[in-house]
Structure formats: structure tokens, C-alpha cells
T-cell receptor, first 115, second 117 residues
């Protein structure tokens, strides 16, 4: 049973560039959430996708956008990268109609470094 | 908006001893879910334990248990018989009951736990 997989594991970009991060949810899950975790901090919610639509969004600028594909995998895109975008980006998956206490299952994250 | 506070940035425990990690939260909701996640250096967030606010009984999972004080909005994690593999960063997280099963998680800043052999 494959868990949540994210790619790439590590990425280095320069200011002003654009980046795309990818996530495949755990088998049987249909919802993907993205979080940004700055060094030494807790994860911050970016947005969530279900049925190929953005369902919830955190306090992040429009430079952060996403997409969900029919196979439930998802992409996170960040445009016009800033130094402050350097962080670990975590993807979490879940089943939309699951019990309220179900945990979200996390991937290993993509470490994004901006030079 | 809900907030989660973990005021202890670091804790240390002797192997085989017991340690308690503190967490407080602020919310105006009466029903919600609370979680403790562990993040080892491998980076993957692993669920340790969960608690439903409408349940008075404190959750337990093997060596892990919580002390849930709803009126005080406190949710501490107790780790008994600490093992070297327990060394990690621990995050307390809140999820709203009312906005659905897939509500976002709101995390605290985390506590770094070290285990001394």
C-alpha cells in the first residue's frame, strides 16, 4: 500500500523563478492538502484540492497555485519566487467523506531552497 | 481563527523515563479534534495520537497518552518509558469539527524532544 509520495525531494531555485512540486496521494485517498513548513516552525496550510477544485485556502498570496488531476495527484506551483519561500513543502492526503477524526497522511516533503 | 501554542521549544528526557509535552489552544468552537504528530529527521509527519473534543476520556496509544482539559484548552502528551526512537519534533494540531472531515490542520510551532541514553 503506497503512502503519499512527493517529488522532487530537494530543489534549488533563484529569486524570480517558478517552481512546480508534485504529490501522489495514498492509495484510496481523494483529497490533497499542501502545507509550508519554514525551518524550526510548524506547517502552515496553503490550500486543499478535492474533485479537481480548490476547496480551502490559507493565507498565501496568489503566487501560490495548484492543480489536481483526475487520478487525484496534485501539483503546487509557486511563481516569482522570493527568499522567504525557502521551506519544506508537505503534501497530505485524506478521504473526503471519511470520519472527522481521520488523520491526514503526510509525504516526506520537498525541501525548496531559494538563492 | 484558531491558534495552537507550544511554549516549550525543547525538552529532554532520560531513556525509560516519562516526559510530558505541553500544548494549549484557543478556539470559540465547542467541537473539534486534536492531534499530536511526530516529525523525525526523515521529515515525514507521523500521527501519534488523536482526541475528539466531545469525548471526556483521554486517548491512549501504547506508551503515549494525553491529558485533555477542555475548559482549560490544554492538550498535553505524555510519553512513558521513553525510547531513543522517540527523539523527534512533536507538533500539536487542531482541526475544526464544523467545516468537515477534511478541514485544515492548524499546527503549533513544535517541541524538539531529545532522549538521553
Amino acid at each position: 500500500d503506497a503512502g503519499v509520495t512527493q517529488s522532487p525531494t530537494h530543489l534549488i531555485k533563484t529569486r524570480g523563478q517558478q517552481v512546480t512540486l508534485r504529490c501522489s496521494p495514498k492509495s484510496g485517498h481523494d483529497t490533497v492538502s499542501w502545507y509550508q513548513q519554514a525551518l524550526g516552525q510548524g506547517p502552515q496550510f496553503i490550500f486543499q484540492y478535492y474533485e479537481e477544485e480548490e476547496r480551502q485556502r490559507g493565507n498565501f498570496p496568489d503566487r501560490f497555485s495548484g492543480h489536481q488531476f483526475p487520478n487525484y495527484s496534485s501539483e503546487l506551483n509557486v511563481n516569482a519566487l522570493l527568499l522567504g519561500d525557502s521551506a519544506l513543502y508537505l503534501c497530505a492526503s485524506s478521504f473526503f467523506l471519511g470520519e472527522g477524526n481521520q488523520p491526514q497522511h503526510f509525504g516526506d516533503g520537498t525541501r525548496l531552497s531559494i538563492l | 481563527a484558531q491558534t495552537v501554542t507550544q511554549s516549550q521549544p525543547e525538552m529532554s528526557v532520560q531513556e525509560a523515563e516519562t516526559v510530558t509535552l505541553s500544548c494549549t489552544y484557543d478556539t470559540s468552537e465547542s467541537d473539534y479534534y486534536l492531534f499530536w504528530y511526530k516529525q523525525p529527521p526523515s521529515r515525514q509527519m507521523i500521527l501519534v495520537i488523536r482526541q475528539e473534543a466531545y469525548k471526556q476520556q483521554n486517548a491512549t496509544e501504547n506508551r503515549f497518552s494525553v491529558n485533555f482539559q477542555k475548559a482549560a484548552k490544554s492538550f498535553s502528551l505524555k510519553i512513558s518509558d521513553s525510547q531513543l526512537g522517540d527523539a523527534a519534533m512533536y507538533f500539536c494540531a487542531y482541526r475544526s469539527f464544523y467545516t468537515g472531515a477534511n478541514s485544515k490542520l492548524t499546527f503549533g510551532k513544535g517541541i524538539t524532544l531529545s532522549v538521553r541514553p
